[in-house]
T-cell receptor
Framework: EDKVVQSPLSLVVHEGDTVTLNCSYE??????LLWYKQEKKAPTFLFML????IEKKSGRLSSILDKKELSSILNITATQTGDSAIYLC????????????FGTGTRLKVLA | EPEVTQTPSHQVTQMGQEVILRCVPI?????FYWYRQILGQKVEFLVS????????KSEIFDDQFSVERPDGSNFTLKIRSTKLEDSAMYFC?????????FGQGTRLTVV
């Protein structure tokens, strides 16, 4: 059965800390891995990763895929209270139309 | 910036009633999706729609559910004879290339 597992389930840090969120997957037909940030409602797109070892970066956020280990990490440096959210990992695993399977998410809370 | 819009934001319905959730995808996108998220659980794929027909659906998407793109802009999810366990946040998403953009969701509460 295809699955995506994220860890930790939740995390509480103080402003300025650096966090690393993990996502591992077991899917029969991997095409890409995506990270989303979910605050109050809709997941908003952060990164899409298709190639192993190439870091994607946006401001204080960065992410990298390791296809050998079937995993990805999302790093957030110098965290701010506005980073508090659920971070979702999704894997596109279809051979036809794009289709995502989501992990349960990591709930991050950043304290002032 | 273009966005996916969903209406209503919250709907309360009685068990057994039919509901229609509406979505306006981003205009030049080609793939459309419905996902749902039961409170406290993960986002689950329901159905994908391409070229005016369902391209894939999950086990959750049984005969109780249907989707339509009636007028080339709206994309609707109809749930017939709602059950208590249909209570969830329903997200519409659209995609042009490879990443999906999600709407703000419709929170459906079945009482």
């Amino acid at each position: 059965e295809d699955k995506v597992v994220q860890s930790p389930l939740s995390l509480v840090v103080h402003e300025g800390d650096t966090v690393t969120l993990n996502c591992s997957y077991e899917v029969t037909n991997f095409r890409s891995l995506l990270w989303y940030k979910q605050e109050k409602k809709a997941p908003t797109f952060l990164f899409m990763l298709t190639s192993s070892g190439i870091e994607k970066k946006s401001g204080r956020l960065s992410s990298i895929l390791d296809k050998k280990e079937l995993s990805s990490i999302l790093n957030i440096t110098a965290t701010q209270t506005g980073d508090s959210a659920i971070y979702l990992c999704a894997v596109d695993h279809s051979s036809g139309t794009y289709k995502y399977i989501f992990g349960t998410g990591t709930r991050l809370k950043v304290l002032a | 910036e273009p966005e996916v819009t969903q209406t209503p934001s919250h709907q309360v319905t009685q068990m057994g009633q039919e509901v229609i959730l509406r979505c306006v995808p981003i205009s030049n996108h080609l793939y459309f999706y419905w996902y749902r998220q039961i409170l406290g659980q993960k986002v689950e794929f329901l159905v994908s729609f391409y070229n005016n027909e369902i391209s894939e659906k999950s086990e959750i998407f049984d005969d109780q559910f249907s989707v339509e793109r009636p007028d080339g802009s709206n994309f609707t999810l109809k749930i017939r004879s709602t059950k208590l366990e249909d209570s969830a946040m329903y997200f519409c998403a659209s995609m042009r290339n490879t990443e999906a953009f999600f709407g703000q969701g419709t929170r459906l509460t079945v009482v």
